[in-house]
């Protein structure tokens, strides 16, 4: 599962925007990559979870390998998105 030219955005991106961490764990079993990027806009799961300031889906990625650190297209990181909002439960 993972995203192409003519979708840009992985399918685990709407899963973890929507918060449903049922639709995520079948994704992530199917093989989706918890570190995947839309190539639009270089936005990872996790950044996607930070900007929705849900600290349980940010939790769920992390435990399964989200790279806080990782870059999106405007050099910022889900951690300074993060530094940014705040984070809900």
Do not use: Q, Y
Request: proline share 7%; aromatic share 2%; net charge negative.
């Amino acid at each position: 599962v993972a995203c192409s030219e003519s979708r840009p955005t992985p399918p685990l991106l709407p899963a973890v925007a929507s918060c449903d961490p049922l639709v995520c764990e079948l994704l992530l079993a199917k093989k989706a990559n918890v570190n995947e990027a839309n190539k639009l806009t270089g936005m990872t799961p996790l950044h996607v979870a930070t900007r929705c300031s849900s600290k349980r889906m940010c939790e769920f990625l992390l435990h399964r390998g989200a790279d806080a650190h990782r870059l999106d297209i405007t050099g910022k990181s889900a951690l300074d998105e993060a530094d940014e909002i705040e984070v809900d439960s």
